[in-house]
């Protein structure tokens, strides 16, 4: 039978931005290096270019995403399977910015499958635990002639201003939907659940270990790659809708998230039962078990569908990263 599985960190060296420390201290680890900022957590999905940097070793060695291959009805469950596949539909990191990253958005699927041959897109959602700016959503229309102009002058200004800036603070959840222009500021240290996808839309790399002019622009040209790109304004009714206190239950994301990942917040005050299903918990504060694991803050496991509702005990706070509901 399948059991749960806690998860050593899974740190891609040598990104683009800094980071690492917060990551590390959450787990209880040694400091991490400079560049270290992404902990890629259960991740069936490798870094763009790469085949096998950024999937999930299993502490017996193998690799989860053959793993679940091998058994995708007891990782995933009869129903996942005839609405997905074997397709976790998921991906959650721990993200330490070290630094303001680059000013990018994310294409649909729509756009990954016709132009670059994805599954996915890669809309994504954050869920605040140290708080700062984070900046979402453009406050002015912008036409692709003036983008495209910001983009080649690499007017780094320009385009950070044309963004709302937004405070965050911890226990707040962002939505960022595809082709949504935003940047991380540095300081924040967050939860990310995502699509299962490494694609970005670099419009900015100015001070960056990156080559922008080669890679930003996901190998179909500026041109092409903007069309991914949302050009209209946000406005503070919307920003409303994305950016928000998570509270707690079952589904604490904006509705827009619901049919692409979800994202469950529990305190664990004694005995806590949570739905069984494919998962990924995070173990935000305190120290609880799960059935026989010993679990800390900064724990994080991967649960199999198969190994049933998750039994939780102890004093503490978790959140549980899952695939779309899907129809009852």
């Not at 604490?252 to 998230?257: F, I, R, Y």
């Amino acid at each position: 039978m399948l059991e749960p599985v806690v998860l050593p960190s899974n740190r891609p060296p040598e990104r683009f931005y800094r980071g690492g420390p917060r990551s590390a201290e959450f787990r209880g680890e040694p400091d991490a290096p400079e560049r270290e900022p992404e902990d890629w957590i259960a991740s069936t999905t490798p870094l763009a270019g790469e085949t096998a940097l950024g999937l999930t070793t299993l502490p017996d060695g193998r690799v989860l995403a053959d793993a679940i291959a091998a058994d995708p009805e007891g990782w995933l469950g009869a129903r996942h399977l005839a609405r997905h596949g074997a397709d976790t539909m998921l991906l959650v990191k721990l993200l330490d910015a070290g630094q303001r990253l680059p000013v990018h958005a994310h294409p649909d699927g729509e756009w990954a499958r016709q132009h670059v041959g994805r599954a996915h897109g890669k809309a994504e959602a954050w869920f605040i635990l140290r708080g700062g700016t984070v900046h979402l959503g453009l406050r002015r229309e912008l036409g692709v002639a003036e983008l495209r102009a910001l983009v080649d002058a690499q007017d780094t200004d320009a385009l950070l201003d044309a963004l709302h800036p937004v405070a965050v603070a911890p226990g707040d959840v962002v939505f960022v939907p595809a082709g949504v222009l935003h940047a991380i500021g540095e300081g924040v240290f967050l939860v990310e659940v995502q699509e299962p996808e490494d694609l970005s839309i670099l419009l900015e790399w100015r001070g960056f270990e990156l080559d922008g002019e080669r890679d930003g622009h996901l190998g179909v040209g500026f041109d092409a790659a903007l069309g991914a790109v949302e050009m209209r304004t946000r406005t503070a009714e919307e920003l409303a809708g994305l950016v928000r206190p998570a509270g707690f239950g079952a589904s604490v994301l904006p509705a827009g998230a619901d049919p692409l990942f979800r994202l469950e917040r529990a305190t664990v005050d004694g005995d806590v039962e949570l739905e069984a299903g494919f998962a990924i918990l995070i173990v935000t504060e305190g120290a609880m078990r799960l059935g026989a694991l010993d679990l800390a803050r900064g724990s994080t496991v991967v649960v199999p569908h198969a190994a049933g509702p998750l039994a939780l005990s102890g004093r503490g706070e978790v959140l549980v990263a899952r695939p779309p509901a899907g129809p009852a």
